[in-house]
């Protein structure tokens, strides 16, 4: 029904079956069979025979941030689709996407730019909210004065701290089709003077010599290797006094690590902070602090090894 933007149809004034089923383009007989099941789940109501209306349930597929995860033809689709794949993650220990999509996750967002922008959607703002821009553990912004947030999308994130820090300044990196797409959340947040945007891998060289580097939501998207390979580009470019900061991926040592849609979509993992310490060394980190913020978010900070 997300994916028919049925809601949206009978908010806009259709409410026969008929008619909702010419404008979403599907059988009516097999519309009015699904319709009549998510009523009797509490989902949509029937003001009259063949009509249909919205309840509170049913006016939570009018939001953005809920509907994007359920639209099969978008992310929404990709991540449920992709379960089916988990027999052969837990057999192998390696995704398999491409069983079902026919080449792997990455390659396929690259294949698909309307369901790359809709992953990118789901990453931002739409999906998961407006940031907090509090990530540090410290709390201590004194010394930030530049900040290069890696794998940022279209930059929610960095687009609220440069809001909440009119001194600091920021650089984007992503993918060129992600950044092209930042330019309307820069603007909206009153910060475009202050970021630079690049597009690029994060697997090759970042721009050096910023204060803070912040990984949100990239490290649980990979495995073993390519993680270890972007917390080392993280560890070259940033400044000897320089941080690395890491939001999502890394729980408490106390935590048990759980199954995530990321694994199966491309190898992610939860890693404990034991485990990430270790890829952080082989990386050339040292991890300075691992605490959870108020918010409730797990960060976790890193420094330069040195020689």
Not at 81 to 109: C, H, I, K, N
Not at 269 to 290: D, H, I, P
């Amino acid at each position: 029904m997300a994916t028919l933007r049925i809601a949206e149809h009978i908010a806009a004034g259709t409410s026969d079956i008929e008619g909702l089923a010419g404008i979403a383009g599907c059988d009516a007989d097999a519309l009015h069979s699904v319709l009549n099941y998510l009523v009797s789940k509490g989902v949509f109501e029937t003001p009259g025979p063949r009509r249909f209306g919205l309840n509170d349930a049913a006016r939570g597929l009018l939001d953005p941030s809920a509907r994007i995860g359920l639209d099969l033809e978008g992310i929404g689709g990709r991540m449920a689709y992709s379960w089916s794949t988990l027999l052969t993650y837990v057999r192998t220990g390696q995704p398999a996407y491409q069983e079902v999509f026919g080449m792997p996750f990455w390659e396929d967002l690259d294949a698909h730019p309307d369901i790359a922008a809709s992953f990118d959607a789901l990453m931002g703002a739409i999906g998961h909210g407006t940031p907090n821009p509090e990530i540090l553990v410290s709390g201590d912004w004194d010394n930030v004065r530049a900040v290069v947030d890696v794998g940022g999308g279209t930059g929610a994130l960095l687009a609220e701290i440069l809001r909440a820090r009119p001194a600091v300044h920021g650089t984007l990196v992503d993918l060129p089709r992600t950044v092209a797409r930042s330019g309307e959340t820069f603007r909206l947040a009153g910060v475009a003077d202050r970021v630079t945007t690049i597009g690029q891998s994060f697997f090759d060289l970042l721009p050096a010599g910023a204060d803070l580097y912040v990984l949100a939501k990239v490290i649980n998207d990979w495995p073993e290797r390519e993680a270890t390979a972007i917390l080392r580009r993280c560890a070259e470019a940033a400044r000897p006094d320089g941080r690395v900061v890491v939001l999502g991926g890394v729980v408490p040592d106390n935590v048990r690590p759980g199954v995530s849609v990321g694994m199966v979509l491309a190898g992610g993992k939860q890693r404990s902070v034991a485990q990430f310490r270790e890829l952080a060394r082989t990386a050339g980190l040292k991890v300075q602090a691992a605490e959870r913020l108020p918010s409730g978010r797990f960060v976790v900070e890193c420094q330069p090894a040195g020689p």
